[in-house]
């Protein structure tokens, strides 16, 4: 780890201008992703910006029916929150088969948003990553693919994203709130938060420099059976090979997400409108598009397998 300076942030507005001001500057809340990746010197911030006196901890209810979850809500009061637990079900279980009980109880709503893919030649430093080093090149190609993107990856970068709350919430259409570094709050869809990869997979999300996720807000619930679920090779602890979430109603319309395919939570439009014809239809939908390698293209068939029991879940809880 190389040496850095360290901050404790006074207000969100001058955390903002702090990063805005040093490119090489990075938030620290739990740090549960970032610590390894400095370990790793994948990350070597000059400046750390602590962000964690700042009183994002809340979850509050909105007017109009949804649920305001502060950028530090810890993933594990998240998960166990009552209002969360009734009505958004969904969320309470990716976030519980995500990471560890150690980890969970640091991991914050923002951290978990912003952490990065666990690409293997992301992390092998002695491998080329356009991720890690622009215009470096991408060993992951041509490599031992089976946890890849099947879908929406590019020439440049095949990583996935790996976290299950962000699908959970891509699939409960959640904004992300934020204040730029001018003080000018924004609020962003998290369907255009995260990125394709393109030719720039080093940008990851639709932050500006310094911008600071200040909360994350749900809509009023939609009602319906919530249900996620997680394939996986270990079921105590390891990344989905794809994940599956759904808000499914009784006359069989819904909302689904994928996760453990692309470089984002994967939703689609079409495949909600697909749902009710079943799990081939929605997945020809969610995956029409996949370009798979050899090595994962399991995971198209895996889709529809998880899609068709869920669907089946929520048949029998209807």
């Known amino acids: 780890m190389k040496p850095f300076t360290y901050e404790r942030a006074a207000s969100v507005q001058a955390a903002a201008a702090a990063a805005a ?31 964690n006196g700042l009183g994002l901890g809340r979850i509050e209810p909105l007017p109009e029916g949804g649920l305001r979850i502060g950028a530090l809500v810890r993933n594990t009061d998240l998960a166990a929150h009552a209002g969360v637990r009734r009505d958004y079900g969904l969320l309470s279980r990716a976030l519980l088969a995500g ?18 893919t666990r690409c293997p030649y992301f992390y092998d430093t002695n ?13 992951a190609i041509g490599g031992v693919t089976r946890q890849h993107a099947v879908v929406g990856a590019s020439e440049a970068c095949i990583a996935t994203h790996p976290s299950d709350m962000a699908v959970a919430m891509r699939a ?72 599956v979430a759904a808000v499914l109603q009784k006359d069989g319309t819904g909302r689904v997400a994928l996760g453990g395919v692309a470089h984002k939570p994967w939703r689609m439009a079409s495949a909600d409108a697909a749902l009710p014809q079943g799990a081939q239809a929605a997945t020809a939908q969610l995956l029409g ?8 293209a399991f995971k198209v068939a895996l889709v529809e397998r998880t899609l068709a029991g869920v669907l089946a879940e929520a048949k029998g809880q209807s």
């Open 127 to 139: 491998m080329p990553c356009n991720k890690r080093q622009p215009g470096a090149g991408c060993a």
């Open 172 to 243: 409960l259409d959640a904004v992300v709130e934020t204040v730029r570094a001018d003080g000018q709050p924004r609020r962003i869809p998290i369907a255009d938060f995260h990125r394709l990869p393109g030719n720039t997979p080093h940008i990851e999300t639709a932050l500006d420099a310094g911008e600071f996720i200040t909360a994350v807000t749900l809509p009023a619930p939609a009602g319906g059976t919530h249900i996620y679920r997680k394939v996986r090779d270990r079921s105590s602890y390891a990344f989905a090979l794809i994940s």
């Open 21 to 51: 001001g040093n490119p090489q500057a990075r938030f620290i809340a739990g740090g549960t992703n970032l610590l390894d990746l400095m370990k790793l010197q994948i990350e070597a911030p000059t400046h750390l910006i602590d962000i």
């Open 99 to 116: 990471a560890s009980g150690q980890l969970r109880n640091k991991a914050t709503t923002a951290g978990n948003l912003l952490q990065r």
């Open 289 to 296: 598009a996949a370009r798979p390698t050899h090595e994962n």
